[in-house]
């Protein structure tokens, strides 16, 4: 498809168990971020890919989060020894532009439903 | 680092009345103001924005204005329809987008 494709679409996790998110941006696009959007909040920007540069993982909640994208189009949000508070939508995000560009459009995914029990 | 305020969080209105939706962000950096809308079950949808040099934007039954000053931002949709429900979220981008929490509208036909 032509949009921001993200799998697993839900994920139910036990405590303590990794789990590994995927992201498939739209072809093309330079720029890549991952948000956390708890319910009835708006989303929190966790990190930020320029190409295959990670240049802003500033929002990553604690070590136990990890991002990957490792030639520059498909990331991979990986997280480790889930606890309940990791439980949120996953959303990933898209962009033509670098970041130093001002055009800053986001094109969204439908995110990754994480519960962790 | 940004921080960004959305009010109110919920407005209902009746189908054809107005709807405005405020936000105030607190980094003179930020230079692009999107508006998102995000349906149930779906990512945020980008349906306007507007840039640090430009006032106000206008498309169809959506309008935009900024006042940089004042650091504010408001979303204005006209007409209203039982469609237009769903949540909005404002951004400030300096870089990245940072969102307010969101206004859950909705129109009562």
């Known amino acids: 498809g032509a949009g921001v494709s993200q799998s697993p679409r839900y994920k139910v996790a036990k405590r303590g168990q990794d789990v590994a998110l995927r992201c498939d941006p739209i072809s093309g696009h330079v720029s890549l971020f991952w948000y956390q959007q708890a319910l009835g909040q708006g989303p929190e920007f966790l990190t930020y890919f320029q190409n295959e540069a990670q240049l802003d993982k500033s929002g990553l909640p604690s070590d136990r989060f990890f991002a990957e994208r490792p030639e520059g189009s498909v990331s991979t949000l990986k997280i480790q020894r889930t606890q309940q508070e990791d439980s949120a939508v996953y959303l990933c995000a898209s962009s033509l532009f670098g970041q130093a560009s001002e055009t800053g459009e986001l094109f969204f995914g439908e995110g990754s439903r994480l519960t962790v029990l | 680092g940004e921080n960004v305020e959305q009010h109110p969080s919920t407005l209902s209105v009746q189908e054809g009345d107005s709807a405005v939706i405020k936000c105030t962000y607190s980094?003179?950096?930020?230079?692009?103001f999107p508006w998102y809308k995000q349906e149930l079950g779906k990512g945020p949808q980008l349906i306007i924005d507007?840039?640090?040099?430009?006032g106000e934007k206008k498309d169809q039954r959506i309008a935009v204005t900024l006042n940089k000053t004042a650091k504010h931002f408001s979303l204005h949709i006209t007409e209203t329809q039982p469609e237009d429900s769903a949540v909005y979220f404002c951004?400030?981008?300096?870089?990245?987008?940072?969102f307010g929490d969101g206004t859950t509208l909705t129109v009562k036909p």
């Open positions: 980094d003179s950096a930020s230079n692009y």
């Open positions: 951004a400030a981008h300096a870089g990245k987008s940072t």
């Open positions: 507007i840039r640090s040099n430009v």
